[in-house]
């Protein structure tokens, strides 16, 4: 195929019909009349072979192959959007651009207070997107990352993209305040029997404490799983439930809340928090710039309390 011979104009139709589904919402989205995005949609079904979009009730639904062109078409189009955008030098008192950055809500409540308040300063005309990612984003990173900048997440998840630790932190056991283990002492045992909010739990996905736990052969009684580090305080109160949460995390909970946070009674290794991203974007200078920002929102003490006990 000569891609000379393609308009790139079908490019950005293709993205925003699939991901709207709708020619009339994406017409809207592209500012473009209804009968100008329904002839690119005709030129795309002739291109491809494939409906591509097929009217169900009220509704299209994406046939097979757009459900594989779907991301394909994202990736494609934010690399040409890079491409188009790239600039020798980076300015960021001048610099309208948009940094993504796949985050959970952890590192938000450690982090994204200083990162707000650096680019805020250094680069206004500037957003900040912060997405939260998923076991399915961190499984597929070396394609999510195309289109994004950087991915906060700590070692034992991610292998072979280049990487910048930011901090450490501890785990601890959480527990309802007026828990038994409080003042009697927490086991082994306790871990065993006592019922289990865990966090990113599945067969592929869990913190690297509740891995560590299971290769000691011990395996939580799970009885609720979330994706949102700053419920699990919430589902702990007036429990007996028990969780495993970071340290810097328990400490910057309101001082209200009645948990007790002690130490793990098995060795477990400190979570290193670093940032991940793709090698293409290894010398670009806005990427830099990002990643120069991370390291020292991360070096900003961002718990000013004392330890919760």
């Known amino acids: 195929m000569n891609v000379a011979s393609l308009d790139l104009n079908l490019l950005v139709s293709l993205d925003a019909l699939l991901q709207q589904r709708s020619v009339t919402r994406a017409a809207a989205q592209m500012?473009?009349?209804?009968?100008?995005?329904?002839?690119?949609?005709?030129?795309?079904?002739?291109?491809?072979?494939?409906?591509?979009?097929?009217?169900?009730?009220?509704?299209?639904?994406?046939?097979?192959?757009?459900?594989?062109?779907?991301?394909?078409?994202?990736?494609?189009?934010?690399?040409?959007?890079?491409?188009?955008?790239?600039?020798?030098?980076?300015?960021?008192?001048?610099s309208r651009r948009e940094f993504v950055v796949y985050v959970?809500?952890?590192?938000?409540?450690?982090?994204?207070?200083?990162?707000?308040?650096?680019?805020?300063?250094?680069?206004?005309?500037?957003?900040l997107r912060l997405t939260p990612h998923s076991p399915t984003i961190v499984e597929r990173a070396d394609q999510v990352l195309l289109t994004?900048?950087?991915?906060?997440?700590?070692?034992?998840?991610?292998?072979?993209?280049?990487?910048?630790?930011?901090?450490?932190?501890?785990?601890?056991?959480?527990?309802?305040?007026?828990?038994?283990?409080?003042a009697g002492g927490l086991t082994v045992d306790h871990l065993r029997t006592l019922p289990w909010v865990v966090t990113y739990h599945g067969?592929?996905?869990?913190?690297?404490?509740?891995?560590?736990?299971?290769?000691?052969?011990?395996?939580?009684?799970?009885?609720?799983?979330?994706?949102?580090?700053?419920?699990?305080?919430?589902?702990?109160?007036?429990?007996?439930?028990?969780?495993?949460?970071?340290?810097?995390?328990?400490?910057?909970?309101p001082l209200h809340l009645p948990i007790a946070a002690l130490p793990c009674p098995f060795d477990v290794n400190p979570l290193v928090e670093a940032m991940w991203w793709h090698p293409a974007f290894d010398d670009d200078p806005e990427h830099l710039?990002?990643?120069?920002?991370?390291?020292r929102a991360a070096a900003i003490d961002a718990t000013d309390t004392a330890p919760r006990q």
């Open 289 to 295: 710039y990002l990643r120069d920002v991370l390291a």
């Open 31 to 94: 500012g473009l009349s209804q009968p100008a995005l329904s002839a690119s949609l005709a030129r795309l079904r002739r291109h491809f072979g494939d409906d591509l979009l097929i009217r169900a009730g009220n509704e299209y639904r994406l046939t097979p192959l757009a459900v594989q062109l779907k991301e394909l078409a994202r990736i494609a189009l934010s690399g040409v959007e890079r491409v188009f955008t790239a600039q020798s030098e980076f300015d960021p008192a001048s």
């Open 104 to 127: 959970s809500d952890y590192v938000v409540s450690i982090l994204g207070g200083a990162l707000a308040g650096i680019l805020a300063e250094e680069a206004p005309h500037t957003r």
């Open 148 to 182: 994004a900048d950087v991915l906060l997440m700590p070692h034992g998840f991610i292998a072979d993209l280049p990487h910048r630790d930011l901090y450490r932190d501890e785990w601890v056991c959480v527990v309802d305040a007026g828990h038994p283990v409080v």
């Open 203 to 253: 067969q592929t996905a869990s913190t690297p404490a509740a891995r560590q736990m299971r290769m000691l052969g011990i395996e939580p009684r799970v009885q609720i799983v979330t994706e949102n580090f700053l419920s699990v305080a919430s589902l702990i109160v007036g429990s007996d439930r028990i969780a495993l949460l970071q340290r810097r995390l328990v400490d910057a909970l």
